[in-house]
């Protein structure tokens, strides 16, 4: 509960939408942005529980007890609360406990709109590199064919396998890309195969195994994925890392993008590089970003869009100096295999 004046003063200074909920949920105190944002008067709102607001209030409750009993932060995006017909709001809910209760921020949810802009620009990025690859992948079958050293032929033709991997997740960027080839597979499998791609690579990094040997089998697209944990490794390469964690573990309680709790995976990527510059820090999963000289921006933004196809999300934090990168995958992704 509030204890001071200051206390309320700090929250009314605030621009952002903020009220203080107590151990049973109730309201508080609410600043003047979180009132105005929800549609409801802060006089209206103190006494009462988040229920109040509708038609998402009950839902909101429950999450903010929830929040409590777990001790744990919590954010539920685009949820609409609606004051009066025709006065609907969509608004990003975050839960963060406190002693003897939480708070309650919000937030205008984000629009949608980048997403096109995302493909599009992934989609030329593709129609530019399939001659590439294929002059690349001829070249590897002719240094393959005029070589009688072992480890040369393996280079050759792990050059061709993965320029005729690339070749493939080009077509389904330029084609019918909501169809994903999704089967069960070993997802430390696809870790190895990371870590093998990295070794073949001119890059002094120290490459550390953290897996969790007992996550069952996986649901999805393989190449998607791959591509899209490559593209987390070469920006820690380019990022000047001395040394590269794979993580796996299995995420309890996670809640997808509809708001349903389903058991996922949580594949991470570690490094103790340059970290991501401030200047970027709200742009980092946009298109032709990027914080490294001669980088195309295109990796962050195309291991993203892979994680939502199959449901899931790539977050970034802060580690020492470096960053970790954290894929949440669902088990099983929307329409995928059974």
């Not at 280079?155 to 890309?177: H, K, P, V, Y």
């Amino acid at each position: 509960m509030l204890r001071t004046n200051a206390d309320t003063e700090t929250l009314d200074a605030l621009a952002t939408g903020v009220a203080r909920l107590d151990g049973e949920g109730r309201v508080v105190h609410a600043n003047h942005a979180f009132a105005e944002l929800v549609g409801c008067g802060a006089s209206r709102l103190h006494g009462h529980t988040l229920a109040i607001l509708k038609p998402a209030g009950d839902h909101l409750h429950a999450q903010a007890a929830q929040v409590t009993a777990e001790d744990i932060s919590r954010t539920f995006r685009d949820v609409t609360v609606c004051a009066a017909p025709g006065h609907e709001a969509h608004l990003d809910f975050t839960f963060t406990p406190t002693t003897g209760g939480s708070l309650v921020e919000v937030h205008p949810a984000l629009p949608t709109a980048p997403t096109p802009r995302v493909s599009e620009s992934l989609r030329g990025f593709a129609h530019e590199i399939r001659n590439p690859l294929a002059a690349i992948s001829g070249a590897a079958q002719l240094l393959q064919q005029g070589t009688a050293d072992t480890r040369q032929r393996e280079l050759a033709q792990l050059i061709r396998d993965e320029s005729q991997r690339l070749a493939e997740l080009s077509e389904r960027l330029l084609g019918a890309r909501n169809q994903m080839a999704t089967r069960a597979i070993n997802v430390h499998a696809l870790l190895e195969r990371v870590a093998e791609l990295l070794a073949a690579e001119p890059a002094d990094v120290v490459l550390v195994r953290d897996y969790d040997p007992s996550l069952p089998a996986w649901h999805g697209d393989p190449d998607r994925l791959l591509q899209a944990l490559l593209n987390l490794v070469r920006n820690a390469v380019e990022a000047n890392a001395h040394r590269i964690v794979l993580r796996s573990r299995a995420e309890a309680g996670w809640r997808d993008r509809h708001d349903q709790r389903v058991p996922a995976l949580r594949l991470e990527v570690e490094d103790d590089g340059d970290g991501v510059p401030d200047a970027l820090a709200a742009t980092l999963f946009e298109p032709l970003v990027s914080g490294h000289a001669g980088g195309s921006g295109l990796g962050l933004s195309l291991a993203r869009e892979i994680a939502r196809e199959h449901g899931g999300e790539l977050a970034w934090q802060r580690r020492g100096r470096g960053t970790c990168f954290t894929l949440l995958l669902p088990r099983r992704p929307h329409g995928g295999a059974a």
